[in-house]
């Protein structure tokens, strides 16, 4: 698992570094914001997913798992909320090689 | 920081869709920037969207004071933020019949009494104008990728937690009728 702590707050331009992730086929990208990205130390990191992809909630895990940060973070917000490609998921959505996972807070706009 | 627009496809594109999409997304403007904005202009541009146009709805939201509250940090996910606002706004104008309507929303560092966000809903008659801002920016509140973190005067700073009544006034209007007033 690589990690990626270069990207500057906010610079994140949709399609860059995915896209340059998506050429590599057996990873993802994750992203976190807010409380998360603090409790983690950085904003987003690469995990390697098996082919046919994984579980939204198994992904969760992995990542638990391999860093006590990550864990503890999401232990520490009972309401994680996660996009899937910039759009809202489910727990039990699929996640495949490729695609950009978000892990946020409930939101606070307005 | 803040990449308005980008990776969105621009209002009236072929990558927006059907020709009826396509009109109704004119009279739509969606920006996510860390500038100000004149309020004055943005009424004004609504108000002159059509003939018809009988009024303008509006909120505006300020950094709110107190407890020692200095600032507040606006963070979003850019690209994702601006295909949110731009979807939300599209379902208003349909299920209100605007001629249009502009979400404004800044982020990074404001102070107190700073201006936040920019709701507004041009429409020819007053309930559609009010129903839908109120829409817009309950749904905003708590369905779009925004975070406040607030900064206070004794150096302290905290993430804003949601707030159950902001997520039971966005549930409201899932219906298929609006809640009552």
Redesign the interface.
Known sequence: MAVDGTRP???????SETEQVGIMTSTVTI?Y???L?EQIGRESQVATLPAGGMTVTALLAQLGQQDPRVAGAFAAEP?LRV?IN??LGGLEQIVRPGDEV?V??????? | ???PG???PKVGSPEMGSPELDSLGAGIHVAVQEAPFDTASEIARLSALSDRTGGVGLFF?QVRGGNGLVSLT???????TE?ILHALAHEAVQRFGLLGCTLI?R?GTLRVGEA??FVGASAAHRGAALDATAFL?DR??????????EEFADGHAS????REE??HAARAWSQDTPPPA
């Open positions: 707050y906010g610079a994140y331009p949709p399609g992203l914001f807010a409380a990205r309401r996009a910039q759009t978000a946020f807070p409930p939101m606070t706009g307005g | 920081m803040s990449v980008a990776g969105v939201g606006l963070e979003h996910y850019p690209g994702m295909k929303h982020v936040i966000v920016i905003l509140k708590t369905g779009a990728p925004f975070w406040k973190k993430w804003v937690a949601a902001d997520e």
